[in-house]
């Protein structure tokens, strides 16, 4: 009999060790619960996103403990702690929000090489990842608007998803990606350390639900829910690129290839939707033709606005100038008049081409829009 004692034990240590090394791996997402309460999301002392765990499975998931999970009357989450996910170079993150730092952060980094991170979906209800750019400076594109010395690379995408590759200044802005449901979403960054630039990322990656309204319309790569705000192109500066492009001559901001889709959600008693350049910066809506040679004092006017896009452009569905009904969508040249859009949903569309030669000096675009209120 001392045997089959021996075995049951044997077997009771094993079983249990199986238990806690998946916990380890694959802590518990918000759909389970601690102590009889749904793990909320939390923000930390660190002023980082975090989630309500014990301080155990906090340490299991090799989380930071951030402080205390915030005021409440439930006894549990009393004794619970905002634990943050803070990524590095090859790990994983199976977690509802978490962060990937450059390495040696909060220092700038000036190494080369890959740095990739792998975003698996924590639970089979979650559809989607959104990424904001809390911080974001890579190397800048080539002055074709190509991003040939450092670029953020997305890969593992659900099928017909298009993520452009980006580089230079990006900070403030964010995207959507679907999960396919059958790999990890995988994040490259690709720099080179022959270039001398003082590189940082700070990425903030939330999964969403498939019925959460938080998530964004199928084939929006950014989503605003503002009734008012702004949008711009990546890598968007009202100062001009330092690089030069293949004919010498100074380049574009604006990169290259692109076609992606910029949507708004529409809120309530809400028709139309008005769209006008950033009244600070002249530059803001400068996307086909040679912006440094126009008078700057007819940049964003009707005079050097142009319909006529073949190349890069920015559509916007049924539009209106000046009371005005307009034939075309399409927006190009060095300047963007006051334009209402009564089309919904409310967006733009962004396309770029491969050739950006003749495109010297131009930025892209910064927009704000405002919806407008429905007539009475």
């Known amino acids: 009999m001392e045997w089959m004692h021996w075995l049951i034990s044997v077997s009771v240590v094993y079983l249990l060790v199986i238990v806690l090394s998946c916990i380890a791996h694959h802590p518990p997402g918000p759909f389970y619960t601690i102590g009889r309460f ?7 002392k660190n002023r980082l996103e975090g989630i309500c765990l014990t301080r155990g499975e906090c340490d299991l998931g090799e989380g930071i ?6 005021h409440t009357h439930s006894f549990a989450q009393k004794h619970a702690i905002c634990c943050n996910f803070q990524m590095e170079c090859g790990e994983t993150s199976d977690f509802p929000v978490s962060y990937f730092f450059n390495p040696e952060y909060p220092s700038t980094y000036d190494g080369g090489g890959k740095c990739t991170l792998y975003s698996e979906a924590y639970h089979k209800e979650i559809c989607q990842l959104r990424i904001d750019f809390l911080s974001f ?4 594109p080539n002055g074709d608007g190509y991003c040939r010395i450092d670029a953020l690379t997305i890969t593992g995408l659900a099928k017909g998803t298009q993520i452009p590759q980006l580089c230079g200044e990006n900070s403030g ?6 999960y396919d449901g059958r790999q990890p979403i995988i994040l490259t960054f690709q720099t080179t350390d022959s270039y001398v630039f003082k590189r940082r990322w700070q ?4 999964q969403i639900p498939c019925r959460s309204e938080e998530r964004a319309p199928t084939g929006c790569l950014q989503y605003y829910k503002s009734s008012a705000g702004t949008v711009q192109s990546f890598n968007y500066d009202g100062a001009g690129s330092a690089m030069m492009n293949s004919i010498g001559v100074s380049g574009t901001r604006h990169l290259a290839n692109l076609k992606y889709k910029i949507c708004i959600k529409q809120h ?3 028709c139309s939707i008005a769209w006008s350049q950033v009244a600070s910066d002249r530059y803001s809506f400068t996307m086909t033709d040679d912006a440094s040679s126009v008078d700057p004092t007819l940049l964003g006017t009707m005079h050097v606005q142009s319909q006529k896009c073949r190349t890069d452009y920015v559509s916007i569905p049924s539009p209106e100038q000046s009371g005005n009904k307009l034939i075309g ?5 060095l300047g963007l008049v006051p334009t209402i859009s009564f089309s919904k949903p409310f967006g733009l569309v962004v396309v770029t081409d491969g050739d950006e030669i003749s495109d010297m000096g131009n930025r892209g675009f910064y927009l704000t829009y405002t919806q407008r209120q429905c007539p009475v």
């Open 268 to 270: 309530l008693d809400k």
């Open 38 to 44: 749904e793990r909320a999301r939390c923000t930390g």
């Open 329 to 333: 969508d399409r927006f190009c040249g």
């Open 137 to 140: 400076s890579l190397a800048p």
């Open 65 to 70: 403990h951030a402080g205390p999970c915030g």
């Open 203 to 206: 990425l903030q990656l939330t």
């Open 173 to 178: 802005q964010h995207i959507y990606i679907d």
